[in-house]
């Protein structure tokens, strides 16, 4: 599989699969028995996805609540432990988000929270430092210029080794980058062919030399049906090309910029070959067009 550079020599680079895997999904329950998942994770890595993305306040549903609070990161530290394939694996996560009782999500970036998280997930996950630690979502109650600046403070810490955003504007981008310079890598927004109002971060990402990681590339549209009813260009190309409308979905993506690495869900083996597969297509600059449209 191509890859990115994520880092910068200040900080230090790493190699990362053009397509990456998003962990949300991982849930070790009744339909997704544990082997299913081991399996999904050998299936990434066999394909050359190696930027594996989860979060502290990924879990399972509404009957865990608040308990559901690092789920997400425990499964995935155990799964790679078990296969043991630690070293084959950028593993990125994301603080600020909590789980409510009720399954509800709410945000939480005062600086005695982002540093309890912090040391919570280095915990959960088993590690010295995290590769990649992301802010998950901008917060009504916290100036953005101080959750900034605990971001800074965790940074000189050396808990982490670069940081990212989440869900943040072409202001809030630049601002980050005033504060943490190099230690700024990644940004992480929503981007697909149902969602493409974050055209200007990405732009902003080119100037500043920052990696592009959309989250839900696909869209939420259910699938190819989704794809073929509601962006026909998808499914009418992916039918010419024989391959499915996903593969050229984040083909599509992946052809916005050389920045960008689209971090697709999948909870089955076949599901993120699929995906894996979308790093080898390239669409002609008629298809780009048609797709642009």
């Known amino acids: 599989m191509q890859t990115r550079t994520l880092g910068n020599p200040t900080v230090g680079t790493v190699e990362i699969g053009v397509v990456g895997l998003g962990l949300m999904t991982f849930d070790?329950?009744?339909?997704?028995?544990?082997?299913?998942?081991?399996?999904?994770?050998?299936?990434?890595?066999?394909?050359?996805?190696?930027?594996?993305?989860?979060?502290?306040?990924?879990?399972?549903?509404?009957?865990?609540?608040?308990?559901?609070?690092?789920?997400?990161?425990?499964?995935?530290?155990?799964?790679?432990?078990?296969?043991?394939?630690?070293?084959?694996?950028?593993?990125?996560?994301?603080?600020?988000?909590?789980?409510?009782?009720?399954?509800?999500?709410?945000?939480?970036s005062s600086a005695d929270h982002l540093h309890e998280a912090v040391d919570a997930s280095l915990q959960r996950l088993g590690v010295d430092v995290i590769e990649l630690w992301q802010h998950h979502r901008p917060d009504p109650a916290v100036p953005y210029e101080e959750v900034v600046g605990t971001l800074k403070?965790?940074?000189?810490?050396?808990?982490?080794?670069?940081?990212?955003?989440?869900?943040?504007?072409?202001?809030?981008?630049?601002?980050?980058?005033?504060?943490?310079?190099?230690?700024?890598?990644?940004?992480?927004?929503?981007f697909s062919p149902a969602f493409?109002?974050?055209?200007?971060?990405?732009?902003?990402?080119?100037?500043?030399?920052?990696?592009?990681l959309p989250w839900s590339p696909l869209g939420g549209l259910g699938g190819a049906k989704g794809l073929g009813d509601d962006h026909p260009a998808f499914a009418e190309i992916a039918a010419q090309?024989?391959?499915?409308?996903?593969?050229?979905?984040?083909?599509?993506?992946?052809?916005?910029?050389?920045i960008v690495v689209p971090i697709p869900g999948a909870?089955?083996?076949?599901?993120?070959?699929?995906?894996?597969r979308a790093a080898d297509l390239e669409l002609s600059a008629d298809e780009l067009a048609r797709l642009d449209a």
């Open 153 to 190: 403070e965790v940074y000189d810490a050396g808990k982490v080794r670069r940081v990212g955003l989440s869900n943040a504007n072409p202001e809030q981008i630049r601002l980050a980058h005033s504060v943490l310079g190099d230690a700024l890598v990644s940004v992480q927004n929503q």
């Open 28 to 108: 070790q329950s009744g339909s997704q028995p544990r082997e299913q998942l081991l399996d999904t994770v050998r299936a990434a890595l066999d394909a050359g996805v190696t930027l594996f993305d989860t979060a502290d306040a990924y879990g399972p549903g509404d009957e865990k609540g608040a308990d559901a609070q690092g789920e997400n990161e425990r499964l995935i530290a155990s799964l790679l432990d078990e296969l043991g394939v630690r070293d084959r694996v950028t593993l990125a996560t994301k603080a600020g988000h909590v789980r409510t009782d009720g399954g509800g999500w709410a945000t939480d």
């Open 196 to 212: 493409r109002s974050s055209a200007p971060e990405i732009e902003v990402c080119e100037e500043l030399g920052l990696i592009f």
């Open 241 to 258: 090309r024989g391959v499915s409308p996903q593969q050229v979905a984040l083909a599509w993506e992946i052809a916005q910029s050389p």
């Open 267 to 276: 909870k089955r083996p076949s599901s993120i070959q699929d995906s894996a």
